[in-house]
């Protein structure tokens, strides 16, 4: 039996990417710079739709259309978890135990991650919202692997944003527009909230949680990808 098999088992049951146009991508590129270094999340998000503005396409705008449809079937209970996420303030679990895991892990980001420090400050954040999630911290690197490869500021086709590509819908369906979702923690908050959202609806079946996640409910590829990145690096 392989792994996956064995996984789903356990568990109960258990997007090719076109790269934006140059023009797109060096002015998404200059706005989410500018975002680091900007003293509030709101003028950073007010930059982004900004340039956005300068740079929109046919297709983006095809994009954009599809996401208010998408809007209008937004589960409420998720976007209640959401909001609560969102409005609550930093916690992060940085005992003792969670310094051992970071130094683990440390090696295998190293790989991806060639700064030190950037490494460890992300390895905290991930660990941090994970646990506040109720989420297993190597669960959720996996699949930050799959999704991002680690790129804060990566962007699908299908217009998801960050780390754990979180679609920009939420932020208007929980009534939090300026909420940059390229900022990391932000885009770790929205991420474990929804995978912990899709795990308690799945009834702990991570397979399924993962292809709910995903787009694919229904399908286990995207799932089997993710659980393949966790037994390989991140277990």
């Known amino acids: 039996m392989n792994l996956f098999a064995t996984t789903c088992l356990k568990t109960k049951s258990p997007r090719p990417r076109k790269e934006l146009s140059r023009r797109v991508a060096a002015a998404l590129l200059a706005v989410l710079l500018t975002a680091l270094v900007t003293v509030t999340e709101a003028e950073a998000e007010a930059e982004a739709e900004a340039e956005a503005a300068k740079v929109a396409t046919p297709a983006q705008a095809s994009v954009q259309q599809a996401d208010q449809k998408t ?7 998720l976007l209640s978890r959401l909001k609560q996420a969102a409005a609550s303030a930093d916690s992060f679990a940085d005992s003792y135990d969670a310094e051992v895991w970071l130094a683990a892990k440390d090696n295998t980001l190293s790989a991806i991650i060639k700064n030190p420090a950037q490494r460890l400050s992300l390895l905290k954040l991930i660990h941090a919202e994970a646990i506040r999630a109720g989420l297993q911290p190597e669960i959720v690197l996996a699949l930050i692997e799959v999704e991002s490869r680690f ?9 998801a944003q960050g780390i754990m590509q979180v679609m920009p819908f939420w932020k208007k369906e929980i ?3 300026q909420d940059n979702l390229i900022h990391t923690q932000t885009n770790l908050r929205y991420g474990c909230t929804i995978l912990k959202y899709y795990l308690d609806k799945e009834q702990g079946r991570l397979a399924d949680a993962l292809a709910r996640y995903n787009g694919s409910y229904g399908q ?6 993710v659980l393949d990145a966790w ?3 991140w277990r």
């Not at 790129?151 to 217009?159: P, T």
């Not at 286990?220 to 990808?225: G, I, V």
Request: hydrophobic share 30%.
């Open 71 to 77: 809007h209008q079937e937004a589960d409420r209970a």
């Open 151 to 159: 790129d804060n500021y990566a962007v699908s086709r299908a217009g």
């Open 175 to 177: 009534g939090r527009p």
């Open 220 to 225: 286990y590829w995207y799932a089997e990808r």
């Open 231 to 233: 037994a390989n690096r």
